[in-house]
């Protein structure tokens, strides 16, 4: 069985790419699983995907926690604890990272004693709302069993209801990572069925159940919600054009779903960073157009550069 978990934030196509991936490994004759990990529904948010893929009846159920392969789109989740990317990684598991630097670089940062495959880059927005197809198209070359006709149908199934735009730049970027993968084809191992003897339990913690009353939330404090920094999630990150900006001191502000634009006493907004998720609401409802979305790794490395 193959045991193959996708990583990623919402919006990137985590959901899609395991689809792909599912329907492909299907289309070579493979019995299939894939389910997606997340939460509320929100742009930028940590979530994952879960694919199984077997020549016999597949008997697991749940999330893998003892991966054969993790793909992980976007290499800032490293830093985001509760992703937990590396869950279950071992020397026999492939890691394949989309991103930058060299593989043997990342084995080092990671400690990891397994194989890693580095999908490079391949630009701002394929990365930011392809890289599950992209991911899709990467591990299915490093299994080895799935063609490119294969590859190519199961995104013409998953994405028929998008139209051919959109299916034809998905498959365009799904086989230039297959391809950019080709070195590495085969690299991914079918692990053997997991004895019930064998099952380690996850890393989270079980807490005694409670009566409702102890055990309910219950806020005691206001103004929590500083404490949790949605910046983190934010893959675009909205910049302010004071020269555009009418100063209507409204809009943006009371549109913003995380209240993380404030009005200065001069009328001007400003962007609370630590919170702004990147939903780029606010992109899109100021009137004359004065806040643009620019690229998170832009604007960090706009700030490298520009520090002392
Ligand atoms: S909505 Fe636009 S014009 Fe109004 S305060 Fe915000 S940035 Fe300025
Ligand atoms: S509306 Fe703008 S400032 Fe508010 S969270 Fe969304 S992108 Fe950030």
């Known amino acids: 069985m193959y045991r193959i978990r996708l990583h990623g934030r919402g919006g990137q196509g985590i959901k899609t790419g395991s689809r792909i991936l599912g329907s492909a490994f299907f289309g070579a004759g493979f019995e299939v699983q894939d389910a997606p990990v997340y939460g509320a529904e929100r742009r930028g948010a940590a979530m994952s995907a879960h694919v199984r893929a077997a020549r016999t009846p597949i008997r697991e ?15 800032t989740l490293l830093q985001v604890p509760a992703a ?22 990342w084995r080092a940062r990671l400690a990891l004693s397994g194989t890693v495959v580095v999908l490079p880059a391949a630009g701002e927005r394929a990365e930011a709302e392809l890289g599950g197809a992209r991911c899709a198209g990467a591990a299915a070359r490093l299994a080895g ?15 028929a209801s998008l139209g051919p735009v959109a299916t034809a730049t998905t498959t365009a970027q799904a086989l230039a990572a297959y391809d950019a993968v080709a070195p ?28 409702a009353r102890v055990a309910a939330p219950a806020i005691f404090a206001a103004a929590t919600s ?30 913003c779903p995380d209240s993380a634009i404030r009005v200065r006493a001069d009328r001007s ?40």
Not at 146 to 155: E, T
Not at 191 to 205: G, L, V, Y
Request: glycine share 4%.
């Open 61 to 75: 159920r749940g999330v893998i926690t003892r991966p054969d392969l993790v793909a992980l789109v976007d290499e």
């Open 226 to 255: 500083v404490e949790v920094r949605t910046g983190l999630w934010r893959t675009m990150r909205p910049e302010i054009d004071y020269a555009r900006c009418n100063r209507c001191a409204w809009i943006c502000s009371t549109l």
């Open 184 to 211: 590495h084809a085969g690299v991914l191992r079918e692990s053997r069925p997991a004895a019930a003897t064998a099952f380690a339990a996850p890393e989270w913690i079980d807490l005694p159940l409670e009566s």
């Open 145 to 159: 069993v799935i063609s490119r006709p294969q590859l190519i149908a199961a995104i013409a199934q998953e994405l």
């Open 269 to 308: 907004p400003e962007i609370d960073l630590e919170h702004c998720k990147g939903c780029m609401i606010c992109v899109s409802v100021c009137p004359p157009q004065a806040i643009r979305a620019l690229p998170e790794r832009a604007a960090r490395a706009r700030e490298l550069a520009a520090a002392p």
């Open 84 to 105: 937990n990317v590396l869950l279950g990684v071992d020397a026999a598991s492939v890691l394949l990272l989309q991103g930058n630097g060299d593989a043997e670089t």
